[in-house]
Every structure is written in structure tokens, then in C-alpha cells.
């Protein structure tokens, strides 16, 4: 059974930092593709970031490039998401999710696959 285990969320001002976590079981990690997402409150669910534990290869959605950075400890089977100069508009729950692919990168923005295990979520509440 896939588990995806969130943590790391929390409030913070503007222009801060957090980093989230996500501990990863029951699946090979190491030849997957990790991602994180988030919901805004009556917003859509968006994919923010994702990586492929095999190679390493990330896509981000444009809004946050420059900003977050995700990354992975094969050895740990953790995947990262950290986040810098947060905004207002990064308050979400922030969600990480397993599936074989991350999606595709168009246009200078990424367009996630839909993906078949998710975490139960962090929140991120950023304030101005």
C-alpha cells in the first residue's frame, strides 16, 4: 500500500520560508515521480512541482519557479519542497502525490498527469 505522509506546513509572513516533507512507503521509490500540489479555498487543485526520483528531473509550474525547489533523498525516500519568498497567494493546503509520471512541460509551465496516491495534506497559510 502507497503512503504519502505530509509535514512541515505551518504560518508564516511574507517572504518567508518553509519547507515541506513528504515521507514516502509501499512503492519503489526511486523509480517514480513524486509531486506537490496545492488547494487554495475554492480554488482548483494545482500541481506546483514535481519530481522523477530516477534521474532527478523537476518541472514547476511557472508561478513558483524561481521560488520553490523540490528535490528527493532516494536513500530516505523523502521528497522536499522548498519554498522562498512566499506570497499571500501560496496559502494552500499543500498536498504530495505518487504516480509513474510527472506530466509534461508546455509553454514554459508544467501540466501535471493525474496522479493515483496522495498524502492527506499541510496547510500553508502565508500572511501580508
Known amino acids: 500500500e502507497v503512503q504519502l505522509v505530509e509535514s512541515g506546513g505551518g504560518s508564516v509572513q511574507a517572504g518567508g520560508s518553509l519547507r515541506l516533507s513528504c515521507a514516502a512507503s509501499?512503492?519503489?521509490?526511486?523509480?517514480?515521480?513524486i509531486g506537490w500540489f496545492r488547494q487554495a479555498p475554492g480554488k482548483e487543485r494545482e500541481g506546483v512541482a514535481c519530481i522523477t526520483t530516477d534521474d532527478g528531473a523537476t518541472y514547476y509550474k511557472r508561478s513558483v519557479k524561481g521560488r520553490f525547489t523540490i528535490s528527493s533523498d532516494n536513500a530516505k525516500n523523502m521528497v522536499y519542497l522548498q519554498m522562498n519568498g512566499l506570497k499571500p497567494e501560496d496559502t494552500a493546503v499543500y498536498y504530495c502525490a505518487a504516480d509513474r509520471r510527472c506530466g509534461v512541460f508546455y509553454a514554459g509551465d508544467y501540466y501535471p498527469t493525474d496522479f493515483g496516491s496522495w498524502g492527506q495534506g499541510t496547510q500553508v497559510t502565508v500572511s501580508s
Open positions: 509501499g512503492f519503489a521509490f526511486g523509480s517514480d515521480a
